[in-house]
């Protein structure tokens, strides 16, 4: 009901939202993509992005937490996640975490991640290096 009332499809393929099972109940989870659909459909933003931070790729002014693009490095080991938006009315925000910032939230937020660190198995999306960045994404 809840994915029919904010009309995102429950397709995996779309990466809107998907129904995952919480101590054998299903819940509704929006997913990285959903939440983006959700942001555009107000008609409040002019940018919305999340990405990967590649190392010497921006710098942070620690006082007023302005972060800054200095090159781009696409060769650089990854070192983090940014979201950044930009309202029509002009407010701007961005939000930068590390990899260990990220590590910590998945190992918090994630059942199936703590038992697939315990047992060594790979069992949740935080796992597969190819669903990573996107958890990751919508993790900022």
Request: glycine content about 8%.
């Amino acid at each position: 009901m809840n994915a029919t009332s904010l009309n995102l499809p429950l397709n995996k393929n779309l990466g809107y939202a998907y129904v995952i099972p919480y101590k054998g109940v299903p819940s509704f989870q929006i997913g990285y993509k959903g939440l983006i659909q959700l942001a555009i459909r107000t008609g409040q933003y002019r940018f919305i992005n999340a990405t990967e931070i590649r190392e010497g790729e921006i710098s942070r002014n620690k006082v007023t937490g302005e972060i800054k693009v200095i090159a781009d490095n696409p060769k650089g080991s990854i070192i983090g996640y940014m979201a950044y938006l930009e309202l029509i009315s002009g407010f701007t925000a961005s939000f930068y975490m590390t990899n260990e910032d990220l590590e910590e939230h998945a190992m918090r937020f994630s059942k199936m991640y703590q038992n697939d660190k315990r047992y060594g198995s790979a069992s949740s999306k935080w796992s597969d290096p190819d669903a990573r960045p996107a958890m990751c994404k919508k993790t900022v």
